[in-house]
């Protein structure tokens, strides 16, 4: 079987036969589970710990009032609600502070919704606006919470609208609609509403799979790309295409000599509130990175159009030069701009050099694909996802 046709194999199985793959379902345990069963035959030492999560799983949602119905669907992780109540309506958090709605329903639009939140106990960047606003939610206590989206591909994709709450450590209720639905709504303040929803939060588990070479070296390289998908969502360049060049590079090193320790890393919650894969690994393996020469992560790799982009993050001027140079016999590889929303930033805020690859067109990727049913196996080409890993593969034989 030729690389390319191995490589278009491995992406229907990720995206077509196992479909979903967000953390903790049934998709995602069969994802690392084909994961492991494919490198396990090339000698690599395979470590593959639980831990617990949440999955989630939302059925229908109902919003009402009087005759008149608005679409409405259940935020990621939420609980359900069955609730008949005034609805008040808020803008900003300025009024939220001045608002009394205890029990009651509350619309949350306009500006006080321009960015989704980070998840409560999201240890890895959690803005101080984003802690108040969840304080001030808590201590007003509605019994539900609408909250109508505008566009914003630069921070969560193509979804729209999108859910400014997904956080399963939040426990009041809530829905998400776009902003014009949002509008429609508001005309009915302060009117009897209906909200029902049906949605249950189910603890499960899941796991990251690392697979060690030379694990007696005293330096190690870690590569790693997220396996799990956000929700409902093939997930074909992000992030299928960096777990298959994880499995081309894991093959390509079996016959290649490195001096270095090497970790494939295919980790289990980048997409996820939780964080739960690099959580975990820091847990268990967070001491061991004071050994780790450098990190590279692989996300939304192999679109269609453009080029693949390597970015640095705190590596050393010789370090660089040392990366341009290995990348230097792959034009479809080329310096680019930094970005800060994935998994290297683990590694980054942990003293650890990294570098991240990803598509160069990663703004157009993210404002049409990202996160939504059409990231399928079709924008993705396969033989820069194949460059990707012969270039990986030069870099690591330097060390």
Same mark, same amino acid.
């Given at each position: 079987?030729?690389?390319?046709?191995?490589?278009?194999?491995?992406?229907?199985?990720?995206?077509?036969?196992?479909?979903?793959?967000?953390?903790?379902?049934?998709?995602?345990?069969?994802?690392?589970?084909?994961?492991?069963?494919?490198?396990?035959?090339?000698?690599?030492?395979?470590?593959?710990?639980?831990?617990?999560?949440?999955?989630?799983?939302?059925?229908?949602?109902?919003?009402?009032?009087?005759?008149?119905?608005?679409?409405?669907?259940?935020?990621?992780?939420?609980?359900?609600?069955?609730?008949?109540?005034?609805?008040?309506?808020?803008?900003?958090?300025?009024?939220?502070?001045?608002?009394?709605?205890?029990?009651?329903?509350?619309?949350?639009?306009?500006?006080?919704?321009?960015?989704?939140?980070?998840?409560?106990?999201?240890?890895?960047?959690?803005?101080?606006?984003?802690?108040?606003?969840?304080?001030?939610?808590?201590?007003?206590?509605?019994?539900?919470?609408?909250?109508?989206?505008?566009?914003?591909? +630069? !921070?969560?994709? &193509? /979804?729209?609208?999108?859910?400014?709450?997904?956080? #399963?450590?939040?426990?009041?209720? *809530?829905?998400?609609?776009?902003?014009?639905?949002?509008?429609?709504?508001?005309?009915?303040?302060?009117?009897?509403?209906?909200?029902?929803?049906?949605?249950?939060?189910?603890?499960?588990?899941?796991?990251?799979?690392?697979?060690?070479?030379?694990?007696?070296?005293?330096?190690?390289?870690?590569?790693?790309?997220?396996?799990?998908?956000?929700?409902?969502?093939?997930?074909?360049?992000?992030?299928?295409?960096?777990?298959?060049?994880?499995?081309?590079?894991?093959?390509?090193?079996?016959?290649?000599?490195?001096?270095?320790?090497?970790?494939?890393?295919?980790?289990?919650?980048?997409?996820?509130?939780?964080?739960?894969?690099?959580?975990?690994?820091?847990?268990?393996?967070?001491? +061991? !990175?004071?050994? &780790? /020469?450098?990190?590279?992560?692989?996300?939304?790799? #192999?679109?269609?159009?453009?080029? *693949?982009?390597?970015?640095?993050?705190?590596?050393?001027?010789?370090?660089?030069?040392?990366?341009?140079?290995?990348?230097?016999?792959?034009?479809?590889?080329?310096?680019?701009?930094?970005?800060?929303?994935?998994?290297?930033?683990?590694?980054?805020?942990?003293?650890?050099?990294?570098?991240?690859?990803?598509?160069?067109?990663?703004?157009?990727?993210?404002?049409?694909?990202?996160?939504?049913?059409?990231?399928?196996?079709?924008?993705?080409?396969?033989?820069?996802?194949?460059?990707?890993?012969?270039?990986?593969?030069?870099?690591?034989?330097?060390?």
């Amino acid at each position: 079987m030729s690389t390319l046709h191995r490589v278009e194999k491995y992406l229907n199985t990720l995206c077509v036969t196992i479909r979903n793959r967000r953390t903790g379902s049934p998709g995602n345990r069969a994802a690392t589970e084909f994961f492991a069963r494919t490198i396990e035959p090339w000698g690599y030492m395979l470590d593959t710990h639980p831990f617990a999560c949440l999955d989630h799983e939302s059925k229908r949602a109902a919003c009402s009032c009087n005759e008149a119905s608005f679409h409405v669907e259940i935020s990621p992780y939420s609980l359900p609600c069955d609730v008949s109540s005034e609805l008040i309506s808020v803008t900003t958090v300025e009024e939220l502070e001045r608002t009394e709605c205890r029990n009651k329903i509350l619309l949350m639009r306009g500006e006080i919704c321009a960015e989704q939140l980070m998840p409560k106990n999201f240890v890895f960047y959690n803005p101080d606006h984003h802690k108040r606003l969840y304080a001030l939610l808590e201590a007003k206590q509605p019994a539900a919470i609408v909250t109508a989206t505008a566009r914003n591909p +630069d !921070l969560v994709g &193509a /979804l729209y609208p999108f859910p400014l709450i997904e956080d #399963g450590d939040f426990d009041i209720p *809530s829905v998400f609609c776009t902003d014009v639905v949002g509008v429609e709504i508001a005309a009915k303040t302060a009117k009897m509403f209906h909200l029902k929803t049906e949605a249950r939060r189910i603890p499960s588990a899941a796991y990251n799979v690392i697979a060690r070479k030379n694990p007696e070296a005293e330096g190690k390289i870690i590569c790693c790309a997220h396996i799990d998908t956000y929700i409902n969502t093939p997930g074909a360049s992000d992030n299928a295409s960096g777990v298959i060049v994880l499995l081309l590079l894991a093959e390509m090193l079996r016959y290649t000599p490195v001096k270095a320790g090497i970790e494939i890393l295919a980790m289990n919650g980048e997409d996820n509130f939780s964080a739960g894969g690099e959580m975990d690994y820091l847990r268990r393996y967070g001491d +061991d !990175l004071k050994n &780790a /020469l450098f990190a590279v992560n692989i996300d939304d790799l #192999g679109y269609r159009k453009g080029r *693949s982009a390597y970015s640095f993050y705190e590596c050393s001027g010789e370090f660089a030069q040392t990366a341009h140079a290995a990348f230097a016999r792959y034009p479809g590889l080329i310096p680019g701009d930094c970005w800060y929303q994935s998994d290297h930033m683990v590694f980054v805020q942990n003293s650890v050099p990294a570098i991240a690859l990803t598509s160069d067109q990663i703004s157009e990727l993210m404002a049409n694909f990202t996160h939504t049913p059409k990231d399928t196996p079709d924008i993705v080409d396969c033989e820069k996802l194949v460059e990707a890993a012969e270039a990986l593969r030069d870099l690591f034989a330097r060390f």
